[in-house]
């Protein structure tokens, strides 16, 4: 059975990340996997580039690294040291596969939304890809992550969307459904960025900014408990599910972005625990 990242990794870390670093040796921790997030340490005031890309690194020495759903398997990362010394790590991901997944009875203007819907989905795409393009030097996800809802997962990140038989994009979320009214909490502390009672592909949109550039995002939510600039403890309420935007029935579809890599959340908390599942 899979231990909770949430529960052993991140408060390792975090023990790792408060002592002295005297050496300029490179820690990584996570999940070496398309759709994973990794979680590192360098010497303060080291630089770091990822594939040529500099990496947001804390005073600490903290950074983030993520990988999307198709990324290539082969990864680079580079640790420029305050002496000038230089680090290079292969990063080797493990290939996964995914699931199709077929939703049958969506109104169709829903799957092929009409012209004159398309000024709008534009606008509130910029509002959204705003929100996740946040650079915050805080490190709210270093104390874990937990699920946001507890219910039946009903999708899974990555699966290749089939829509009133129609192919379209993968989902990018894990899906927990369940009755319109049920709680979400925080999954992690964060500012909330972004609150929209409809969009029209998410409905009751709400995206909570953890630091350096990783946000959650809750989507076809009924109602929605907090205001753009709050900040919010884990475990929190936040808001409920519900079944606004294109849906089929009610859940929550939870997303993990670092800034424009769409991660896999099920990978930071692991498997609902029997307790967790227990009303």
Known sequence: MRTSQSKILLPLLLLLFVAPCVSASLLLEGDF???GLLNGRVTPGAKVALNGDAVRISEQGIFLIGFGR????????????????????????????YDIQRVDGLPPSKVTPPKHNWKRINAEGKQVKQARMRDDKRTDFLNGFKWPAIGRISGVYGSQRVLNGKPRRPHFGVDVAGPVGTQVVAPAG??????????????????????????????????????????????????????????????????????????????????????????
């Open 70 to 97: 198709d990324e290539a398997l082969i990864n680079h990362l580079k640790v420029t040291n305050p002496d000038g010394s230089v680090e290079r790590r292969k990063i080797e991901l493990v290939k996964r596969q």
């Open 33 to 35: 996997t398309q759709g």
């Open 190 to 279: 964060g500012l909330v960025t972004l609150v929209h009672s409809d969009m029209f592909y998410s409905g009751g949109t709400l995206i909570v900014d953890h630091g350096h550039g990783l946000s959650s995002s809750f989507l076809h939510l009924s109602k929605i408990l907090v205001k753009q600039g709050d900040w919010v403890k884990q475990g929190e309420p936040i808001a409920e599910i519900g079944a606004t935007g294109r849906v089929s029935g009610p859940h929550l579809d939870w997303r993990i972005n670092l800034f424009k890599k769409r991660l896999d959340p099920a990978l930071l908390v692991g498997p609902m625990s029997s307790e967790e599942k227990r009303p």
